[in-house]
């Protein structure tokens, strides 16, 4: 049997996978089922699957022949130096969701059974002659830099990546262009250069003279190092604030360009594959029983609105009393002071606009998404109570007993989100259901199965988390 040989993962890539884990899952370092998630131990696993000839291993050892082939937690344990075999099935999982990944079932020859195994994907692998370079992104000359590639020139803090089988508006077809993943300028390629043509949601009248302009990877790396600006950047005009008890506007530059619509953010649950009736029931097996899921029928009492967060209208003393936003508070007292007396929504905007990552510390995961409001249209199942899971695009993404009536769950809770809770202290999970809803509404995202007894929602819940999501849940 080949000996793996481990090549150490290029640093582009390496930081992109965090930072798509980051946006996909949760901010790294983060705990998941008591393992400690962080940016090495990705890396270290990539490492592990990219040695395999196949990009894939088995989560424990299997029997392959005569031998026998490490499982991912021997690896990880050869790597990091403790026993990671408790790792192996909460990271293969992680990197499955996040899309770096995909479940694979090898063959142990011993006892002749499938074991569960992780493969890499070809877009996330590389080899001793791939450099620095990010998945997918276009190969370059010897003597040109991908420094811009790891950090976007407009905003400094995003990573670029290769998005392929779209267009944009307005722009002749492409073969690719690159996505910056914070702020969401777009570059298209020329030959050698590439052209900035978007620059969305950010309000820095710099990038004025950069919109549009045609350079080479030299070039913008040049300005990520701001390295000899082509001339001086026009001063930014402070905003004047009035004290929020006048209950005055904070006035909000107008936008550069003309905002793009946001995309849809990537649907995150458990991958499952759900049958499905003729009539477009949902049907769940192996639980304690089969079942049964009906989509909610819904109506919209309003078009989609953005940026709600910056309608919010207590002040920014009155959230850090909060102790939901105890991390941020000593920030503020001792660098923001001036923001403290004046409205949370309109500064949490302005700190967006002025690309200031902290206006993210303030929201929860789900709290910049674009939201509707909407109400359960089927008077008789409005009436009724049992299960709610939302199912989108083949996954899992919540499941939740209710034990009134699920108008009172849809209509008052996720179909009808309030400013301040797309803050840290809201309802997260009421902000992401509705911003799925928002996103694919002509799409069923709602199921519900009809129980009246409420020992056996409990039961239900119980058994759908633990089979899914591998933890325990309360119902709603």
């Given at each position: 049997?080949?000996?793996?040989?481990?090549?150490?993962?290029?640093?582009?890539?390496?930081?992109?996978?965090?930072?798509?884990?980051?946006?996909?899952?949760?901010?790294?370092?983060?705990?998941?089922?008591?393992?400690?998630?962080?940016?090495?131990?990705?890396?270290?696993?990539?490492?592990?699957?990219?040695?395999?000839?196949?990009?894939?291993?088995?989560?424990?050892?299997?029997?392959?022949?005569?031998?026998?082939?490490?499982?991912?937690?021997?690896?990880?344990?050869?790597?990091?130096?403790s026993?990671?075999?408790?790792?192996?099935?909460?990271?293969?999982?992680?990197?499955?969701?996040?899309?770096?990944?995909?479940?694979?079932?090898?063959?142990?020859?011993?006892?002749?059974?499938?074991?569960r195994?992780?493969?890499?994907?070809?877009?996330?692998?590389?080899?001793?002659?791939?450099?620095?370079?990010?998945?997918?992104?276009?190969?370059?000359?010897?003597?040109?830099?991908?420094?811009?590639?790891?950090?976007?020139?407009?905003?400094?803090?995003?990573?670029?990546?290769q998005?392929t089988?779209?267009?944009?508006?307005?722009?002749?077809?492409?073969d690719?262009?690159?996505?910056?993943?914070?702020?969401?300028?777009?570059?298209?390629?020329?030959?050698?250069?590439?052209?900035?043509?978007?620059?969305?949601?950010?309000?820095?009248?710099r990038?004025?003279?950069?919109?549009?302009?045609?350079?080479?990877?030299?070039?913008?790396?040049?300005?990520?190092?701001?390295?000899?600006?082509?001339?001086?950047?026009?001063?930014?005009?402070?905003?004047?604030?009035?004290?929020?008890?006048?209950?005055?506007?904070?006035?909000?530059?107008?936008?550069?360009?003309?905002?793009?619509?946001?995309?849809?953010?990537?649907?995150?649950?458990?991958?499952?594959?759900?049958?499905?009736?003729?009539?477009?029931?949902?049907?769940?097996?192996?639980?304690?029983?089969?079942?049964?899921?009906?989509?909610?029928?819904?109506?919209?009492?309003?078009?989609?609105?953005?940026?709600?967060?910056?309608?919010?209208?207590?002040?920014?003393?009155?959230?850090?009393?909060?102790?939901?936003?105890?991390?941020?508070?000593?920030?503020?007292?001792?660098?923001?002071?001036?923001?403290?007396?004046?409205?949370?929504?309109?500064?949490?905007?302005?700190?967006?606009?002025?690309?200031?990552?902290?206006?993210?510390?303030?929201?929860?995961?789900?709290?910049?998404?674009?939201?509707?409001?909407?109400a359960?249209?089927?008077?008789?199942?409005?009436?009724?109570?049992?299960?709610?899971?939302?199912?989108l695009?083949?996954?899992?993404?919540?499941?939740?007993?209710?034990?009134?009536?699920?108008?009172?769950?849809?209509?008052?809770?996720?179909?009808?989100?309030?400013?301040?809770?797309?803050?840290?202290?809201?309802?997260?999970?009421?902000?992401r259901?509705n911003?799925?809803?928002?996103?694919?509404?002509?799409?069923p995202?709602?199921?519900?199965?009809?129980?009246?007894?409420?020992?056996?929602?409990?039961?239900?819940?119980?058994?759908?988390?633990?089979?899914?999501?591998?933890?325990p849940a309360?119902?709603?």
């Amino acid at each position: 049997m080949a000996i793996p040989q481990y090549l150490p993962i290029p640093k582009n890539i390496h930081a992109l996978a965090c930072e798509t884990i980051s946006r996909r899952i949760e901010r790294l370092p983060f705990t998941r089922n008591g393992v400690e998630i962080t940016g090495d131990l990705v890396g270290a696993t990539l490492e592990c699957l990219n040695a395999e000839v196949l990009r894939t291993l088995p989560l424990r050892a299997v029997t392959r022949g005569t031998g026998t082939l490490p499982g991912l937690g021997e690896c990880l344990s050869e790597r990091i130096g403790s026993e990671q075999g408790a790792t192996a099935p909460v990271i293969a999982e992680i990197l499955v969701i996040a899309g770096l990944a995909e479940p694979a079932e090898m063959l142990d020859t011993s006892t002749h059974t499938q074991i569960r195994g992780i493969r890499l994907l070809s877009p996330w692998t590389w080899h001793i002659g791939s450099g620095d370079v990010l998945p997918g992104s276009a190969p370059y000359s010897a003597g040109e830099t991908d420094a811009w590639l790891a950090r976007c020139p407009v905003c400094k803090t995003g990573i670029l990546s290769q998005v392929t089988g779209k267009r944009l508006f307005g722009i002749p077809p492409t073969d690719y262009y690159l996505d910056c993943s914070h702020c969401g300028a777009k570059f298209i390629p020329e030959k050698d250069r590439f052209r900035l043509v978007s620059i969305a949601r950010i309000a820095d009248p710099r990038w004025r003279q950069y919109l549009n302009s045609c350079r080479n990877p030299d070039e913008w790396a040049a300005l990520v190092r701001e390295e000899t600006p082509e001339r001086p950047a026009p001063r930014i005009a402070t905003s004047r604030y009035r004290m929020a008890s006048k209950k005055a506007e904070i006035p909000i530059p107008p936008p550069l360009v003309h905002r793009p619509e946001k995309p849809a953010r990537p649907v995150e649950g458990t991958p499952v594959s759900f049958s499905t009736l003729r009539d477009g029931t949902l049907v769940v097996t192996g639980t304690a029983k089969t079942l049964y899921f009906r989509p909610a029928s819904l109506r919209f009492l309003r078009g989609t609105r953005h940026d709600l967060f910056s309608h919010a209208e207590r002040t920014v003393q009155q959230a850090l009393e909060i102790p939901a936003f105890a991390e941020v508070k000593p920030l503020f007292e001792q660098e923001y002071l001036r923001y403290l007396p004046l409205r949370l929504g309109p500064v949490t905007e302005e700190l967006r606009k002025k690309n200031d990552p902290l206006y993210r510390q303030l929201l929860n995961r789900f709290g910049e998404e674009d939201f509707s409001s909407f109400a359960m249209e089927d008077e008789e199942q409005a009436h009724k109570k049992g299960l709610i899971v939302v199912y989108l695009q083949g996954k899992l993404c919540h499941v939740a007993g209710c034990h009134a009536t699920f108008a009172d769950l849809i209509d008052r809770s996720f179909g009808k989100i309030t400013a301040d809770e797309c803050y840290r202290d809201g309802d997260e999970t009421a902000c992401r259901i509705n911003s799925l809803v928002t996103a694919f509404r002509s799409t069923p995202v709602i199921w519900l199965h009809e129980l009246s007894d409420d020992n056996a929602i409990d039961t239900a819940v119980s058994g759908l988390c633990s089979r899914f999501f591998k933890i325990p849940a309360s119902p709603l």
